[in-house]
């Protein structure tokens, strides 16, 4: 997270249009570029069954950088996939990318992904490449 924040910032600092979108169940991919402010998680802003708007949940984080939590299960149901597939779509029905129009979207996933859920960005056409950054930590092996 703080890679992939710090590449946003940069981004941004660049005067790219930057969305970072948190793809861990910890929900705390984008914490330092909104100075800890709460951000509710897209699944959890689902659960409760009203009408969910992108300003329900996203923040303009540092340097403009559009921030989104994807959020996760409740512990012990289903996979953290889950919630990047929701949040893709939910993303997609309030057409962010067409409003928005970033330059950069980054995916923050987390080290030990152990569904295929993660592909959906490439699965569904919103990309046409994905750069794969990791840290030299034991994790990232």
């Known amino acids: ?16 249009r930057v969305i ?13 570029l909104r100075g800890n402010e709460y951000l509710p998680t897209v699944l959890d802003s689902m659960r409760d069954g009203s009408k969910v708007h992108l300003e329900d949940i996203s923040r303009l984080g540092f340097g403009g950088v559009l921030c989104i939590e994807s959020g996760g299960p409740v512990p012990g149901v289903g996979c953290a996939g889950r919630g990047i597939n929701a949040a893709v779509t939910l993303l997609q029905e309030l057409h962010l990318f067409d409003e928005f129009k970033p ?3 980054l995916y923050d996933v987390l080290g ?3 569904c295929g859920g993660f592909a959906v960005p490439i699965r569904d056409g919103i990309t046409d490449r994905a750069y794969v950054v990791s840290s030299s930590d034991f994790m990232a092996i």
């Open 112 to 114: 030990d992904v152990v």
């Open 20 to 32: 970072q979108i948190g793809c861990d169940p910890k929900s705390d991919s984008t914490n330092v």
């Open 1 to 16: 997270s703080t890679t992939t924040s710090n590449i946003s910032a940069s981004l941004a600092e660049a005067g790219y």
């Open 103 to 105: 330059d950069f979207v």
